[in-house]
T-cell receptor
Framework: NAGVTQTPKFQVLKTGQSMTLQCAQD?????MSWYRQDPGMGLRLIHY???????DQGEVPNGYNVSRSTTEDFPLRLLSAAPSQTSVYFC????????????FGDGTRLSIL | TQLLEQSPQFLSIQEGENLTVYCNSS?????LQWYRQEPGEGPVLLVT?????EVKKLKRLTFQFGDARKDSSLHITAAQPGDTGLYLC???????????FGAGTRLFVKA
């Protein structure tokens, strides 16, 4: 049982490059989300999706795009990478009800030079 | 904007000591969760509290949700080195779509 799978685990980009972080879950969860984790700031919600074809913005959406064409996949796109986007990115999924546990991937560590 | 303030940010204690971590907000949350995170991994859920005043126990860990559902605490009795990690509280907004995380408490338990 794979759970939530994120790829790649590490990536270094140059300022201005674009990139897609992949996230896939095999638990048939309706709700998926992307967070970034920075030192001393906990996890901040970037975008979330309540089902295929439906996405919405979180706390820090600027500079990121998402789409949800299938229940399983929820990719995060950096349009034009900036040093401020250097962070560890986590994808999570859960059942629709808000008090359900979120299952997290192991993260993607992204450095923007 | 809903905020969750977690304290302390860092805690270093000896094995066998007790500790309490606090999570406070001026906003009401429909539920609150506590996660634990190990280096290089994603957070893993420890507990969810839903009802104001609710107390849940998980072995040596005791979780409490404030009566007004604005705050929560995590108490660890007789801490062990295996308890070392980053503890995160997370509140679900009343709409049920957005989870707000605290900044985390990094706990180090020395043998």
């Amino acid at each position: 049982n794979a759970g939530v799978t994120q790829t790649p685990k590490f990536q270094v980009l140059k300022t201005g490059q674009s990139m897609t972080l992949q996230c896939a879950q095999d638990m048939n969860h309706e709700y998926m989300s992307w967070y970034r984790q920075d030192p001393g700031m906990g996890l901040r919600l970037i975008h979330y999706s309540v089902g295929a074809g439906i996405t919405d913005q979180g706390e820090v959406p600027n500079g990121y795009n998402v789409s949800r064409s299938t229940t399983e996949d929820f990719p995060l796109r950096l349009l034009s990478a900036a040093p401020s986007q250097t962070s560890v990115y986590f994808c999570a999924s859960r059942r629709q009800r808000g008090d359900q546990p979120q299952h997290f991937g192991d993260g993607t560590r992204l450095s923007i030079l | 904007t809903q905020l969750l303030e977690q304290s302390p940010q860092f805690l270093s204690i000896q094995e066998g000591e007790n500790l309490t971590v606090y999570c406070n907000s001026s906003s009401v949350f429909s539920s609150l969760q506590w996660y634990r995170q190990e280096p290089g991994e994603g957070p893993v859920l420890l507990v969810t509290v839903v009802t104001g005043g609710e107390v849940k126990k998980l072995k040596r860990l005791t979780f409490q949700f404030g009566d007004a559902r604005k705050d929560s605490s995590l108490h660890i009795t007789a801490a062990q080195p295996g308890d070392t990690g980053l503890y995160l509280c997370a509140g679900m907004d009343t709409g049920g779509f957005k989870t707000i995380f605290g900044a985390g408490t990094r706990l180090f338990v020395k043998a």
